[in-house]
């Protein structure tokens, strides 16, 4: 199987805050139902931080910490987007909301639910997934 990765730009709403990961041809992101996800309509791709790079607007992000703090939820302070986080099921890398990112052609993207208002009983299936396979 082909693991070359393809360089990928993403953004905030008002592109204070531009990003690029690297990602496969064929990704898996998550559709989450816990509370945040749920309500600002988060589809997360979980990457290792090696494929992660924050290009602008670094100091244009805002942090909000809930619950038991680990996750870092970034928005930016402009326009309010989250286009990112660091997730606690893997503190080691970062989700990215699809939402955000200008998929290019030939990159397939297959959205699978998640259970997270059971958090606890389900994170172990995404623990893994920041290390990159």
Not at 15 to 35: D, L, P, T
Not at 37 to 59: M, W
Not at 78 to 83: A, D, E, L, P, V
């Amino acid at each position: 199987m082909n693991k070359q990765k393809t360089p990928v730009k993403g953004s905030c709403h008002c592109g204070r805050v531009k990003y690029e990961v690297m990602v496969s041809r064929q990704i898996v992101a998550h559709r989450c139902n816990c509370s945040i996800c749920s309500q600002s309509g988060f589809v997360g791709l979980i990457v290792p931080a090696k494929d992660f790079n924050i290009l602008a607007g670094e100091g244009q992000l805002s942090e909000y910490r809930f619950n038991t703090g680990v996750a870092r939820h970034l928005f930016c302070s402009h326009c309010g987007i989250k286009s990112f986080y660091v997730p606690r099921s893997n503190p080691d890398g970062f989700s990215v909301n699809i939402n955000c990112l200008k998929l290019p052609r030939g990159v397939e993207l297959t959205i699978e639910e998640f259970d997270g208002q059971h958090w606890e009983k389900h994170a172990g299936a995404l623990a893994q997934l920041s290390q990159g396979n």
